[in-house]
């Protein structure tokens, strides 16, 4: 089987495991946005799997979604990872998501440089919910006034949560992780802040997105599942 096809292949695979979850969980698989993460592959491969209808990517390391985002025009570009202060300015103009948005000196940072250009970048809150040092993002309990202060910034539009699920503990602690998220965002929607949406949960890699579709998750973040077989 060559590249293309064992791609073809994988994707179908996916989106099927995708329907599944949901209608295990009472949903349409149209409620799930896929989001193929490149961070480890070619450009050609991203190319492809953006071809097979695969139009929302996510990268990790700014400097890989600046040369992506130029050779593939009207994908749909996530950033995952952690965005440092002077790579905003170039890094704002490719992005349809900021899903890291794990400080507020980095959200004032990315407001004022989308004022400059005349956007809002819609983003999510990444929420650290493991307790793990390697995780960015804010701890639960700082959520609501992170929300209360990034919500006064002219340049962002907060749609949402994002987390990270512990490298430790497999499936279980993934679910809690995921259902943590969700019972966040429950409590936090009677009072949230004018002009904040929390509709999105961004939950759930490819070792755990039908788990983190189970528990809520809107959007996956897809990578080794994809390109498995894939050089």
């Known amino acids: 089987m060559d590249s293309s096809a064992r791609l073809k292949q994988n994707l179908d695979e996916v989106q099927e495991r995708i329907a599944a979850a949901a209608q ?16 480890y592959v070619s450009d050609a491969l991203t190319r492809q799997l953006f ?16 040369g992506k985002a130029e050779d593939i025009p009207g994908a749909r570009w ?24 794990d400080s507020i000196a980095l959200a004032q940072g990315v407001s004022t440089e989308a004022v400059a250009i005349g956007r809002r970048i819609p983003a999510l809150l ?9 995780k960015h993002g804010f701890p639960p309990v700082e959520v609501r ?4 202060t990034i919500a006064a910034l002219p340049g962002i539009e907060l749609r949402g949560l994002m987390t990270m699920a512990s490298l430790e503990g497999g499936v279980d602690a993934a679910r809690r ?9 429950d ?7 004018a002009g904040v949406s929390l509709n999105e949960l961004s939950m ?18 897809v990578g080794s599942a994809l390109f498995e077989g894939l050089a």
């Open 204 to 221: 759930g890699m490819s070792g755990y997105y039908e788990i983190a579709i189970e528990e809520g998750a809107t959007m996956i973040r």
């Open 145 to 148: 006034a992170a929300m209360e």
């Open 177 to 185: 992780d995921f259902a943590a998220l969700r019972q966040l965002r």
């Open 24 to 39: 295990r969980s009472g949903r349409r698989a149209a409620e799930i946005t896929l989001i193929g993460v490149t961070k």
């Open 78 to 101: 996530h950033l995952i990872g952690h965005l440092q202060r002077n790579k905003v300015r170039r890094t704002l103009p490719y992005l349809a998501l900021l899903q890291s948005l």
């Open 187 to 193: 409590a936090l929607l009677p009072d949230c802040p």
């Open 126 to 134: 990444e929420v650290k919910i493991a307790a793990d040092v390697t």
């Open 51 to 66: 071809d097979f209808g695969c139009h929302d990517l996510g990268e990790s390391r700014p400097q890989s979604l600046w």
